[in-house]
């Protein structure tokens, strides 16, 4: 392995960056290929696919055999707002391989007592994402239904491209919040991209129902993240307009 | 979102692989390439080796690990790559072999 390789590949993982190392099983040569990055042909196709899949294997293209080593960074799930859904969220997501963290300036509403072993903070999303900043492997969920807490989170997530952006509430406060974004400076296609009401429709009822409705639209965001972007997006808006129906 | 929550960096075979490198050792990485049936480790897991034989990481449940120790050492002499194969009916090649009845494919190479 290139020494300066391993360095460029630490320095990815560290940063929280998708990164693939490629090394051809024939002479041993290697290098890093970045999200984004643009390679062509057979190869590039096998590349976007373990980028997508977070899977490594061999690939043969151009004659050769090439090792790919997809390293992801961990998904994960910054919920804000302590409340029902959260409680019930919380262990489901941990056990579908999606660590929680819940921000709640409420300290009422976020006590360990509430919510055992989750990384909890009874502090204002300000605060906490000025220490942690939010990255396109961190998606977020807003289940408030307080703009005072939920709005700079949801604006800091579309910033940061959060492979998933949720909020909760009715198609009358999601325009509400939808004009209230646009005033903190959110262009129109970034707030396009929040799933409100939130979760896939499922009917679901109860807080816990709720909680499942917004782990599969999770999943699904995770799994679809990137490619065939357009295809995607339809797809999520024949989610969105069976909400309204 | 602290990111030691999500990258041990104390036991990453890669982070350990490039603080030896920084201390001027020789490195060997060992890489699971290929898994038939019930593999201990998954493809891309690593085992870092330096060149008097300590190790971090696992390439199966501790199997192999003995075997592709003294192969890094090899390959750290000879700067050639390796590939290795393991399997439960493979003793001719090798004398240790994975016991869960699964078959790996290791690549080893030297670090520069």
Known sequence: ?245 | MNDSLYLDEARDPLIIAEGWMKDGKDVAIATVVETWGSAPRPVGSHLVIDADGNFHGSVSGGCVEGAVVSEAVDVIGSGKARMLEFGVADETAWQVGLSCGGRIKVYVERLG
């Open chain 1, 1 to 245: 392995m290139d020494p300066y390789a391993l360095k460029a590949l630490n320095a990815e993982r560290r940063a929280r960056r998708a990164a693939i190392l490629v090394t051809d099983l024939g002479d041993g040569r290697d290098r890093i290929v970045r999200e984004g990055d643009q390679v062509a042909g057979d190869l590039g196709a096998a590349i976007a696919k373990a980028f997508r899949s977070g899977n490594s294997g061999s690939v043969e293209a151009e004659g050769r055999t090439f090792f790919l080593n997809a390293h992801l960074p961990q998904p994960r799930l910054l919920v804000i707002g302590a409340v029902h859904i959260s409680q019930a969220l919380a262990p489901m997501a941990k056990i579908a391989g999606y660590p929680v963290e819940i921000i709640d300036p409420r300290t009422a509403f976020a006590t360990p007592d509430r919510f055992p072993d989750v990384a909890l903070h009874a502090e204002w999303p300000e605060d906490v994402l000025k220490r942690q900043p939010l990255d396109s492997y961190t998606a977020l969920a807003a289940v408030t239904h307080d703009p005072k807490i939920d709005d700079f989170a949801l604006k800091a997530a579309l910033d940061a491209n959060c492979f998933y952006v949720g909020a909760l509430g009715s198609r009358k406060t999601h325009a509400k919040r939808v004009e209230r974004l646009l005033a903190l400076g959110a262009a129109a296609d970034q707030i396009a991209r929040i799933h409100a009401p939130i979760g896939l429709d499922i009917g679901a009822a109860s807080p816990a129902e709720i909680a499942v409705a917004i782990l599969a639209q999770t999943i699904y965001a995770f799994r679809s993240r990137g490619l065939d972007v357009s295809a995607s997006a339809q797809r999520s808006e024949s989610i969105l307009e069976k909400h309204d129906a």
